[in-house]
């Protein structure tokens, strides 16, 4: 059974680099049959969908966070990971990573402070 | 992009029905047959229920069933139960990224 956990600093200042890696256990990320998704969910609010990619490198980005989202995928270590820039405190959030929104971690607080 | 829109929340008492509906556009729901539907309970990930429309994940009771009109979706919970109380989400492709609806409180009474 597929298993995913994200990683990566709890805190980070503004203007800065928000960097997370999801490390997958269970499975290969390198199946072709999958993709590999971020989705974030502020405190009290909803989900906000960020984008994904395939093992082919394809991406996909949500319109209002494509200027500052780079997912990428490191198949030696079957990790994929996020990058988000220029951070405000709007993007405080709970972010999970997901296998084709199917199975997903248990999300990690990132919170934008300075 | 916007979200999707749904009811704040819905409610109802153990066994009734409920319908939560998922508004969108024909750039998104209404274009493609690409809608799944989450549950997340308090302090949880959520849980894919529905795919595809009308698909349900593997292990999901046929109490959970969903369906398409154009712009918008719908999901209905037959025989509601305690643990069916949760926040609901839908979520659509729209051409080349994904969006969520605004999310729906349940309700058990």
């Known amino acids: 059974q597929v298993q995913l956990q994200e990683s990566g600093p709890g805190l980070v200042k503004p203007s800065q680099t928000l960097s997370l890696t999801c490390t997958v256990s269970?499975?290969?990320?390198?199946?072709?049959?999958?993709?590999w998704s971020w989705i974030r969910q502020p405190a009290g609010k909803g989900l906000e969908w960020i984008g994904r990619?395939?093992?082919?490198?394809?991406?996909n980005y949500s319109p209002s966070l494509e200027s500052r989202v780079t997912i990428s995928v490191d198949t030696s270590k079957n990790q994929f990971s996020l990058k988000l820039s220029s951070v405000t405190a709007t993007d405080t959030a709970v972010y999970y990573c997901?296998?084709?929104?199917?199975?997903w971690g248990q999300g990690t607080l990132v919170t934008v402070s300075a | 992009q916007s979200a999707l829109t749904q009811p704040r929340s819905v409610s109802g008492s153990p066994g009734q029905s409920v319908t939560i509906s998922c508004t969108g556009t024909?750039?998104?729901?209404?274009?493609?047959?690409?809608v799944s539907w989450f549950q997340q309970h308090p302090g949880k990930a959520p849980k894919v229920m529905i795919y595809?429309?009308?698909k349900r994940a593997s292990g999901v009771p046929d109490r959970f069933s969903a369906s398409k009109s154009g712009n918008t979706a719908s999901l209905t919970i037959s025989g509601l139960q305690a643990d069916d109380e949760a926040d609901y989400y839908c979520?659509?492709?729209?051409?080349?990224?994904?969006?969520f609806g605004t999310g729906t409180t349940v309700t058990v009474l």
């Open positions: 269970g499975g290969s990320i390198s199946s072709a049959y999958y993709y």
């Open positions: 997901t296998r084709s929104d199917n199975a």
């Open positions: 024909s750039s998104d729901v209404g274009g493609y047959d690409y």
């Open positions: 595809d429309v009308t």
């Open positions: 979520c659509s492709y729209a051409g080349s990224y994904k969006v």
């Open positions: 990619i395939y093992i082919s490198g394809n991406t």
